[in-house]
């Protein structure tokens, strides 16, 4: 920057195809000035200009100057005579080099005789010449703007004009801009929007990145299913619970029910006390047993249960809140509640137990809420929505019971006990275990057909982690990859990394079979709009795709690499949202004034696929919310802000793949997107607070850093066992060379980095944990492998305090 601006008269962007063209008027207000003010305004700094002019040497060899070097050049003769330039970088970059340019801009402007056009500037025959010898050879290096390396067309790294706004460049960055026109650094932002804040304060130009909207989902998603907690899951929960407690604790002086009554009572108050806090009043043989199941399930650690009757450890680490759930006590408080009625659990196979399933089932028909409303309506109210977010379940279900008595018109408790209709009802369960029980431990040590009360949801994703692992202790394939999620549902990128890179055949000799059955069952999948969590996995994959008419840069194999990481980022996030409704997948049973703005240009990552599916991932979600009554005024305004923003978003792609020049409306609306998702971010953060400043958010809340614990391997004789993370850590720096207006720009995103990691048994992290973890170089456990071609340690810097100041 300092050899530019020392010889400014070789100085950098616009010959005629890079101009940006001021298209409205700078003020209408201003009141018309005599000939002979105007001319004593453009006179005022006619000896400045003859310095400057006498300083510069029209006939300088420019031969071995390079697109940005002569860009600056040939536009010193009309900053000189007063043209004001549109294009941010170069009236940064004159207002810098021109002691006197803004002063000079500001007195023209208030005279009435600002130049926004090129043709407004009159220049001597001289400059004129020196002006038209310069674009010539502009426009003979532009014939090589792309050139072929490495069997990829990409964009001609010599080429970029902009490179100016960066000092301390690295020649390892530029190897990696040069080798595949983009390049990650770290850039340790707490979120992604504050890449592009500080974008827009150094006036840089802004890569809009897929990864920024996938975060904006995320956080919308979570505020969609902490809004319907807090307004109708939790009261729904403490409902059911009391009712079924309070009807069983009725029907205790039956002696032929006594037994089953009582132990429902307790089933009941367990969840009912982790919810609320409160104690209910059990039968004594219960009291013991009652205490220590809360005990449990409040400490998260994996042990036996006398309760539920089991030998072998029950996994009460999976009742220690994560996700979201760890902000808020109450939240913390539903999390214990809501997972002890989806993993507690009774046996078909045992008769006893499933009879207690029909007592808890009958109850469920006949008893009414305080509400006067049928019990099952009020399971109704959680279990449908969220299936339509999540999934449907996979574990067999009181529901099914009840549904089951419900059809046959069974209401007397007696009757549904019978003989006949508990065989009837067996036979009914067995059948539906063809299509249920699909995630199930590989080695089982309790019974295979559970009932629970409300089960946790089928993930098709958390069934392609089931099947590709090896149970044999010690192996050399221990674990699952996030990779194996992508490339069972087609991803080709992610098949050659796991193929050529990691060598999966080799590592386990079942893999290819077991992942070939994954691919097959999961080819030409019709279920994507089931639920959201299906729908946000395929808006996932179309980053997987690419397209003919995409910029060159997205047609290489490294660009598919960083869209295997932002999917993988993504789906992080995706697991984090999910983690208490979804089934985990275990390998064995545990239990002003002035002069108008300059237009910052910037680009938006052209992924008409993605956009489109992200398009058709946030309808799907408000048309779900909305067929079960759910979509509130507040959820509806939300949900149309995002489908606003992504509804721009797809019109500018479609722009840029049409190579038309966007709006200076467009460009603007582009730089300022990262304070714009900052008061989104702010709006569906916590639907008990209204903040209006970031500076107020506090705890977990405040990073980008999600964790989610995604597999659990726990084989006997097995020294390799523990529990497999899936993360995103702090937001990273994105460069992209990008053609804009017929010129190479070095653009900078935002994007997701990527963990995957094991830690021990009944060790389940917190996102508060989580993110101590990350900050913390030594213990923060490194980025994928594959990643390490595109990433760089060196990050260029920009001199925002004096090249970019505002301002008079």
Request: charged share 25%; proline share 4%.
């Amino acid at each position: 920057m300092k050899k530019l601006l020392s010889i400014v008269f070789i100085a950098v962007v616009g010959m005629a195809s890079c101009k940006f063209k001021k298209t409205e008027n700078v003020s209408d207000s201003k009141a018309s000035l005599s000939v002979e003010n105007m001319d004593k305004t453009a006179s005022k700094y006619d000896s400045l200009r003859n310095a400057w002019k006498q300083k510069f040497d029209f006939k300088q060899n420019i031969a071995s100057l390079s697109v940005q070097d002569l860009r600056l050049l040939r536009n010193f003769p009309y900053a000189v005579n007063g043209l004001y330039f549109m294009e941010a970088d170069l009236h940064a970059y004159f207002k810098a080099a021109i002691p006197w340019y803004e002063k000079c801009m500001w007195d023209m402007f208030e005279a009435d005789e600002l130049h926004l056009e090129y043709n407004d500037v009159k220049l001597s025959a001289v400059e004129k010449a020196f002006v038209e010898k310069v674009d010539k050879r502009i426009e003979e290096l532009q014939k090589e703007m792309y050139i072929t390396k490495n069997d990829y067309r990409i964009g001609n790294a010599s080429n970029i004009v902009n490179l100016f706004q960066f000092k301390e460049i690295k020649p390892d960055f530029m190897e990696k801009i040069a080798q595949n026109n983009f390049v990650i650094t770290g850039g340790g932002y707490q979120q992604l929007f504050h890449v592009y804040e500080e974008n827009a304060y150094q006036q840089m130009p802004s890569f809009i990145t897929t990864d920024l909207f996938l975060q904006a989902f995320h956080i919308y998603f979570s505020y969609v299913l902490k809004s319907l907690e807090k307004e109708k899951f939790i009261p729904a929960v403490e409902e059911l619970c009391k009712k079924l407690y309070e009807a069983s604790m009725a029907k205790t002086q039956d002696a032929t029910l006594a037994l089953m009554a009582e132990y429902n009572a307790v089933f009941y108050a367990i969840p009912y006390t982790l919810l609320t806090g409160k104690t209910l009043s059990v039968p004594a043989k219960y009291e013991s047993a009652y205490k220590t199941e809360v005990d449990n399930a409040t400490k998260a650690i994996d042990t036996p249960s006398g309760f539920l009757s089991t030998d072998y450890d029950f996994p009460y680490s999976l009742f220690k809140p994560r996700g979201h759930y760890s902000r808020k006590p109450e939240m913390q408080a539903y999390f214990r509640a809501m997972m002890w009625l989806q993993v507690a659990y009774l046996c078909r196979e045992n008769d006893h137990q499933l009879k207690q399933c029909i007592f808890t089932a009958s109850l469920l028909n006949t008893t009414k809420s305080s509400k006067n409303v049928p019990l099952m309506d009020v399971y109704a109210s959680v279990f449908e929505p969220v299936a339509f977010l999540v999934g449907l379940p996979d574990n067999l279900s009181v529901m099914d019971i009840a549904q089951f008595l419900k059809n046959e018109k069974i209401n007397e408790l007696q009757q549904a006990l019978s003989a006949e209709n508990v065989g009837r009802i067996n036979q009914k369960l067995v059948a539906l275990t063809e299509t249920r029980n699909l995630i199930k431990p590989k080695i089982e040590l309790t019974c295979p057909d559970k009932i629970n009360f409300m089960p946790q949801r089928y993930l098709i994703d958390n069934e392609v982690l089931l099947n590709l692992f090896d149970t044999i202790p010690n192996s050399e394939r221990c674990y699952p990859k996030g990779l194996d999620v992508f490339c069972a549902f087609g991803s080709s990128s992610a098949s050659d990394l796991l193929n050529n890179f990691y060598k999966e055949n080799n590592r386990w000799a079942k893999y290819p079979e077991e992942m070939a059955g994954m691919q097959k069952k999961f080819d030409n999948y019709d279920g994507w709009n089931a639920s959201v969590y299906n729908k946000w996995i395929e808006s996932l994959l179309s980053l997987q795709k690419t397209d003919k008419n995409y910029p060159v840069f997205m047609q290489t194999k490294a660009w598919d690499y960083k869209n295997l990481n932002t999917s993988l980022a993504s789906w992080a996030e995706l697991k984090h949202d999910a983690i208490l409704y979804g089934e985990q997948p275990m390998s064995a049973e545990c239990g002003g004034g002035g002069p108008p703005e300059p237009i910052v240009v910037g680009y938006v990552e052209p992924n008409l696929l993605f956009w489109n599916k992200l398009s058709e991932l946030i309808t799907l979600t408000s048309k779900m919310l909305s067929a079960h009554d759910l979509l509130n005024a507040d959820l509806k305004e939300k949900t149309n802000s995002l489908l606003t923003y992504v509804s721009f978003l797809t019109e500018v792609t479609e722009l840029e793949l049409a190579k038309k020049t966007l709006s200076e409306a467009q460009y603007s609306t582009i730089e300022h997107l990262g304070s714009s998702i900052e008061w989104f971010t702010l709006s569906v953060l916590d639907p008990d607070l209204r903040l209006d400043n970031w500076n107020l958010v506090e705890g977990a809340d405040r990073s980008v850093a999600v964790v989610a614990d995604v597999f659990t391997r726990n084989i006997p004789d097995c020294n390799k066992n523990g529990v497999l993370h899936v993360a995103t850590g702090s937001a990273n720096n994105l460069y992209v060379v990008v053609e804009i207006n017929g010129c190479l720009r070095l653009t900078r995103g935002a994007t997701f980095s990527y963990y995957e990691f094991v830690r021990p048994l009944g060790d389940r992290l917190t996102d508060e944990e989580w993110q101590k973890i990350e900050q913390d170089k030594a213990k923060r456990p490194p980025l994928l492998e594959w990643m390490q071609e595109i990433i760089s340690d060196s990050e260029p810097k920009s001199d925002s305090r004096n090249f970019y100041s505002s301002g008079c």
